[in-house]
């Protein structure tokens, strides 16, 4: 901070607005849940209410706070809305946002340990605390082969393995001479869109991504996996990676990574978990069956930003062999060259991920992990279990409606049983309203509702509002046709 | 925020916590020019001092404050210090902590413009303003056939241009098809690691990046640069991507856009160019000179992160053909399907870079640019280049240092004529001083000191500072030689 005359804002000032937008956060937790959930302004709109050239002049805070109230807040989809349904979602907390804001005002940059060796210290504790937090396997925390480093999304993580895996198929010779082997990656028909999207920027090409079938349940079937790579075999092609998801985005669907992991294991291939949302539920013990057999994994990455209450971005990849990662990613040009990485006493995380830069995250992590404590932290999981699993009870009761997929933990796929059209028409209504914010996907080819009870400040009497907006809006429909 | 019965921070102590934050920043702004730049602690240091298991039970907020304090502040190297000269900087600003901070606050994810209009509608605004207050050709302003968006670095920026390179130049198949030409990428020897990162993950190989020679002010040698494309293409090679800099890491060398720009042209070759920190000077007419011949470029990218008072992470990267880019990066599942995207109305984001999910980064941006204007954000570049000039009047002047290179900017390259050890050791003395920060590179294999003068506090006594505390240093060390 300045003093007048040098444009900086002086301490008083930020003390001052800064104290307003703490403020202002908290009024507006307060009144959330009032506001429409999805944003109802048309395409353009934003931008015809900004000015269309930059300002020459400095203008006063004021202004910013109050064109940031008037032009951008309507412009928000309000994913802290305890309504909010949709996709998956990405929680924030005020220790969250507190721990995130030191981050902001430290600005520091942790590339190499020697650049704040607290950033990367603390990352690798924080890191080891949630591998012993969730009972992964020894083999992912830093005192053993492997340990854990934050990435910004689980896309991203499954382009880090899959790139180790490139590498470690390839006897680490693709970095230099360019991909020159023909390599194939597997995962199930229900996988996110980001294993596609990584064979794509691996050079591996979508033609070379198996997606294998699933079964009743949307879950992988590991016998058509094991054919898939035998034939793979046969035509002299290389099985190098295996995406395996703990909680599909369509439906939460759970692969069977112990026989998904003995096949990867005899094959040589290395499997990647997708956790993203779930993976926060292995908290509470009594729902780790979900990632029994993630021992025979060689990287695992679950979303802190998703259901554990930490601001977006923050993302925790585990890799069992770090050799392997760091061998994939490390470059070293004389300008970051220094002592404490030379000793290899340290671990430097530029080398464990894309970037080169990296911001200080594993300190909102830390603020949550310590302000929940691991039991406030199983409350909420639990909390938002009961309530889709009571929320699943009312669908499969409801004459009208029927669930589209089993529900094993927080997320509910239903479906009105008057088919597609009644289905979108039902969404759009539901949306439109503003009283809550639902997603939806294709299951057995039929239009799916999915709700997904994950949001910080949903409790009981959301859900049942939501119920009840959904019966009502549904009669509304009927009585249309 | 909740009440006091389910763990959550309540709206109150969100207050009073939030409160207690800001006003430890504005101390911590007041007081960081006293405390050691670089971190002291060695290595396990921090780990040790935390506690090796997460609390079973929440803990009071005040207690993790002052582990903050007590723990994590002496493991900071302090990126905020006006006495912080190393690498590149990464600056924050009043302004920007508090639209980062809403930005926490609101926790929107923006990778859809239906999941927060404001958040690409603001975006591309901000963007299309930065275009216009940096002069950038029309062919990058969204209004054109491009366009900009915010990605977190500029590593991630090379990677995204070389994977839309690799992709136009193999007709747009090698996604699908896996990369089965072997294609080559130029950039020059003094460009920054991330492309030699970017050549790897994108399956070309470290084997086909040509680093073309420098001239003696270290800028590629466009004339050397044409004569390896045509034997590249003599080889049977697909020459594809060329990355340009303006301003290299090592000694802000400043490519030459127009001639590289001509042969990429009449090549059909990609041309990035990179201009990370050095990008930001082009806000003062007097400095646009630098990214002359920037129309014929492909993409381009800064970093306001770096020297425009922007919190990290905030890389701008334009494309002049977002049809391009759009190609190489769209994926469109079932659950991301709305109406919306698919008028064509609107920008998807996520379409335009590696991740799925964003952060509502254009926040901090507009917040900054309108804070400081174009006038506040020209008065710190000027006063910064000034001061590096005289900096460099004072090595230039002095009979035991050398300027290692020319000094166009902010960066001012020198060396001790004493050789490299004596500089090593010169370094090390005053990096362990805690009164200052300084790295190093190599240039004409002699190591040089790097003095980049860009830190948003950095005014002339802490400059005068360091050129006495470097020349009393070197004058100790030349009593003990």
New interface residues.
Partial sequence: ??DQT??????D???R???A??????D???SVEQLPV??T?K?????AA?PP???????P?E??LSD?QQ??????????SPNFY??FP?????????G???S??????GML???????T??E??VLD??A??LDLPEKFHSRSSGGGVIQ??A??AA?TAM?AA?ERATAYA??????QE??VAYASSQA???I??AV?????????LRLIPVDGRFAMRAEALARQIEEDRRAGLTPCFVGATVGT??SNALDPLEEIGRICEREGVWLHVDAAMAGTAALCPEFRYIQTGLERADSYAFNP?KWMFT???CDCFFVADRAALIR??S??????RNQ?SE?G??IDYRDWH????R?FRS?KL??V????????LR??IRSHVALAQEFAGWVDQSPRFELAAPAPLNLVCFRHRAGDDFNQRLLDRLNQSGQLYL????LDDRMTL?MCIAQ??TERRHVEQAWNLIQQSAHELEMQA
Same sequence: chains 1, 2.
Avoid at 113 to 119: D, G, H, I, K, V
Avoid at 331 to 336: K, M, T
Avoid at 354 to 357: D, E, N, P, T
Avoid at 369 to 376: F, K
């Fill in positions: 901070m300045g040098n444009y900086h804002m002086t301490s000032e930020f003390r607005y800064g104290r937008v703490i403020d202002w956060i908290a507006y937790y307060q999805l944003s302004v395409p353009g709109e934003i931008r900004l050239h930059p300002p020459a002049q400095g203008e805070f202004k910013i940031f032009i951008i807040l309507p412009g928000i989809t309000h994913w802290q949709a996709f990405a929680n924030t907390s005020g220790p969250s946002i507190l995130d804001l030191l902001s005002g430290l600005g520091v940059q340990w020697l650049t704040s060796p607290a950033c210290e603390l690798t504790h605390w949630l012993e937090m910004d999304t896309s991203t382009l790139l490139r693709s970095n230099e001479t360019g991909l023909r390599l996110h869109s980001s596609e999207k794509k920027i691996a050079g591996i090409g979508s033609q070379n985005t369509s930003h601001n977006f971005d994939t990613f470059i070293l040009p004389e300008y970051l404490a000793t006493a340290v894309i970037q080169l830069g911001r300190l830390w603020f992990i310590r302000h929940y404590g691991i039991e406030g409350y909420h997603t939806h996907t294709r999915r910080t400040h």
